[in-house]
């Protein structure tokens, strides 16, 4: 399993949700799922930095058998802006 990809490939669906649905509570968004038999929980944190509103989100990755180095898990970053569009 590369968590790399698998985080990459997620972020990207994430990327997809609405502004509106991104700026709820990192309780409320983040989700789990199961990939090549394994669960992998992805956190969520967004957070308004811009002065237009736009939010910064990062989406950690999380499996639940955690490996021996967790500091190297990866995460995904984006900023999404109230229109939808979203750059890096």
């Not at 968590?3 to 990459?8: F, M, Y």
């Not at 509106?20 to 929980?41: H, K, M, N, V």
């Not at 930095?49 to 990866?74: A, H, N, S």
Request: charged share 30%.
């Amino acid at each position: 399993m590369n968590l790399r990809a698998i985080t990459d490939q997620v972020g990207k669906e994430v990327e997809k949700w609405s502004y509106e649905t991104l700026s709820r509570p990192a309780e409320e968004i983040s989700f789990s799922r199961e990939i090549d038999g394994q669960r992998i929980g992805f956190s969520l944190e967004a957070n308004d930095e811009k002065e237009l509103g736009d939010l910064f989100i990062c989406m950690d990755c999380q499996p639940e058998k955690v490996p021996f180095f967790t500091f190297l898990l990866p995460s995904y970053v984006f900023w999404k802006r109230r229109d939808g569009s979203v750059y890096y």
